[in-house]
Every structure is written in structure tokens, then in C-alpha cells.
């Protein structure tokens, strides 16, 4: 009896000495790269938790940088197997999180190195660039044939434009504009090309072939910013911005690195599409930007046979997207106009052409001059710009 107690202390150590401990987890968690970055997730501040059972059970909470990541799975399986491989662990339960706003700019800063960002002279006080954000709440809706064709028709009139294609998975601007140039660097700045006098850049000019791009947040923040401040845009009098479908990482960066921009929201008259466009408005009040109208489009079609309207996508999704976010945002939110279904403004995309400078008087061609040249309108603002004037004692 008396080498009960020996015996079960012994029993104990070895009990306790078979648990893995938390850095033991650690270090096998460091030897897992993010597929994207190639860099440990330790180091990346991905790893959010380690718990530890009794029976050698480890539960691991990994952050994510977007919600529905598409290396979700991959991330999952390659941190099960490193943990796994810990003596002592006898089951490993992974459990995924999504970073936030502020995670994803430490994130961002340091995989910069800690440098500070460049600046983004947009933002700047002194600019007078009008910044235009092109939105929707849903893809196919057209976003990006208004947006090359508002661009084209400002130019057209001897604006100083520039496009960004901020849809870095769905970009399609360099063929709408006809954009055949490619950029070209000197010294630590980008000269984009320029196509009908406007100049536009594009993840598509820096891929092979029609190559996707799958990046997740801090990429897309990254080249977002070197779009914005990297490339030598010059004075421009507009920048427009095509920005993805939805409320995504791009919109979010947008609202950080361009805090002035504007937001033009497109939508078709279908009801189901202008609730999604609304939704996507209403980021707005988040970000604090001002809404400068709403643009349907896709607003009927002519008929060959009487010229009438046919509403072929229902009517008013552009009246309820207006009104409806000017209750949510509390200042008036105009329709600026309807663009009609035009099979020429089709063609104009696909051939580079856009439709205001190839059929100027078509119902679409007319329609987007018409919107375009009220936004080219409104001034350039001296709202934040120093005059350079100091005060004097002299009456």
C-alpha cells in the first residue's frame, strides 16, 4: 500500500508530460505559409487562438482575411496536418475567423515592411480632382460599359481623365476603352496608357493572357494603392473608378485611401437588382462619402417595329434605389438618368469603341453624354486647398 501514492504520481507525469504544450502547437503552426503571401501564418497575425485538452485534443482559431476566402479549405487542411504531426495530439479542430477593418491594415503595413504608404494626392487637401466611385450591388448591370463610356464622353469635352479599374477579378476596362498600350515604369513611377484621351489602369495590363487573379484583402488594398499613388495620373479634372460588385474589401479601401471620393450607384430597373443596389449605396453612411445620383440602366428597349419602350427589366429599380437611399443617408440621392438597352453600346465594348464616340446620337449614346456632362458641371471645389495667403497688420 505503501507504493500507491509513488505509483500514481508516476502515472501523472507521464500523463501530463504526453500533453502537447502551446508552444510546441506554435512552432509547428510558424512552419504553415499562407498560399498566397508565402509567408508563416504566425507571422501574418493569423493564428487567433490555441486550447489545449486534457486528452490531447488542440482547438486552433485562424483568422481570414475576407470572409469566404478562397483558400479557406487549404489554409484548414495545411494547419490540421502540421498540428497533427505534434507528439501527443490526438485530434485537431480548426476554427475560421474573419480579420478586421483594423487587422487587415497591420497586416498590410507589415507586409510593407513598416514603410510609410505613399501618398495618394487624390486625397490630398489640395486636390481639385473630382473622384468618381462607379458602383452596383450586383454584377452584369453594366457598371463598367457607363463608367468607360461617362469617361470617354468627359474626355471628349477636353476633360483630363482617368480611369482606375478597381475590379481587379472581373476586369474588362482595357477592352471596352480599346486600351492596347501597356504601362510603362519609370524610375519608381507608372506612366499609364491612354485611349480616346483618357488614361486608365488595370490588373489586366500586368497579368499574361486573360490569367484570373485570386488574391484576397491585403493584395487587393495593395494594388489598389499603388493604382492610386504609384502611377502618374498628372492633374487630372475627373478620376472614375470601376469598382467590383458589392461591399467587399475594395469599397472598404477606397473609403481609406480616397475619403472624398463620390459614389454614382448603377442599377436596372428590376426590382430584385435595385435592392441589391441599394444595399450597396447605403455603404455610404459607414464610410461618411456623399452619393452623387443613381444611373439605370438598361432602362427599356426600343422596339424595332414602333421605336417604343419595351420595359424588358420592369421599371422604377432607378427611382427606388434614389429614394431609398436618400431616406438612409438623409440628403437627396437624384436618378441622373436612363440609359435604354442599345445593341450598339454592346458592340462598342467589344470593339473599343465606346458608343458616346462611335453613334454620339444613338438613344444610349445620347443618354450617357447627357449624364456625363452634368457631372462635368459641377466645379472643382477650393474646399481644403490653401490659397497662400498669410495675414497682415497693414490697414
Keep these: 500500500m505503501r507504493f500507491a501514492q509513488p505509483y500514481h504520481a508516476c502515472m501523472a507525469t507521464v500523463t501530463q508530460d504526453s500533453t502537447p504544450t502551446e508552444d510546441a502547437v506554435r512552432a509547428a503552426l510558424a512552419t504553415v505559409n499562407d498560399p498566397e503571401i508565402h509567408r508563416p501564418i504566425t507571422d501574418l497575425g493569423m493564428v487567433k487562438s490555441v486550447a489545449i485538452a486534457q486528452d490531447g485534443t488542440v482547438d486552433v482559431g485562424v483568422y481570414l482575411t475576407v470572409s469566404g476566402c478562397p483558400m479557406r479549405e487549404t489554409i484548414t487542411s495545411n494547419v490540421s496536418e502540421a498540428v497533427q504531426g505534434v507528439p501527443g495530439v490526438t485530434g485537431v479542430n480548426v476554427e475560421l475567423d474573419v480579420m478586421s477593418d483594423e487587422q487587415r491594415r497591420e497586416l498590410a503595413s507589415s507586409l510593407r515592411g513598416g514603410k510609410a504608404e505613399r501618398e ?16 452596383s450591388g450586383k454584377g452584369g448591370v453594366g457598371k463598367s460599359s457607363v463608367t468607360v463610356n ?42 499609364p496608357p491612354s485611349s480616346h484621351g ?41 478620376l472614375l473608378l470601376d469598382l467590383p460588385p ?34 450597396a449605396g447605403s ?44 431616406r438612409t443617408t438623409g440628403a437627396e440621392v437624384p436618378v441622373l438618368g436612363g440609359i435604354p438597352i442599345d445593341i450598339r453600346m454592346r458592340e462598342g465594348g467589344d470593339e473599343g469603341k465606346p458608343v458616346v464616340l462611335s453613334d454620339p ?7 450617357l453624354r447627357s449624364i456625363a456632362d452634368r457631372l462635368a458641371e459641377r466645379e472643382r471645389g477650393l474646399q481644403g486647398m490653401s490659397l497662400g495667403l498669410t495675414p497682415s497688420n497693414k490697414f
Design 283 to 326: 455603404i455610404a453612411v459607414q464610410t461618411h462619402q456623399k452619393i452623387v445620383g443613381v444611373i439605370e440602366n438598361m432602362s427599356g428597349m426600343p422596339c424595332p417595329h414602333c421605336d417604343e419602350l419595351v420595359d424588358v427589366f420592369g421599371t422604377g429599380g432607378g427611382k427606388q434605389v434614389a429614394e431609398g437611399l436618400t
Design 198 to 238: 483618357v488614361k486608365v489602369i488595370s490588373i489586366g495590363m500586368f497579368t499574361p493572357g486573360n490569367s484570373p487573379v485570386v488574391w484576397r484583402g491585403p493584395m487587393l488594398h495593395r494594388a489598389l494603392q499603388q493604382f492610386l499613388a504609384d502611377v502618374y495620373w498628372g492633374d487630372l479634372d475627373v
Design 120 to 135: 495618394v494626392p487624390f486625397a490630398q487637401p489640395g486636390s481639385l480632382t473630382r473622384v468618381y466611385c462607379v458602383a
Design 361 to 367: 446620337d444613338s438613344p444610349a449614346g445620347s443618354a
Design 150 to 191: 461617362l469617361a470617354a464622353s468627359m474626355a471628349a469635352q477636353g476633360l483630363k481623365v482617368g480611369v482606375v479599374d478597381a475590379d481587379i477579378y472581373g476586369h474588362s476596362v482595357p477592352r471596352m476603352l480599346g486600351t492596347e498600350g501597356r504601362p510603362t515604369q519609370v524610375e519608381d513611377m507608372i506612366m
Design 246 to 279: 458589392g461591399t467587399g474589401d475594395i469599397a472598404i479601401s477606397v473609403a481609406q485611401l480616397i475619403p472624398n471620393a463620390e459614389i454614382l450607384v448603377v442599377t436596372t430597373p428590376q426590382q430584385a437588382a435595385a435592392e441589391v443596389a441599394e444595399r
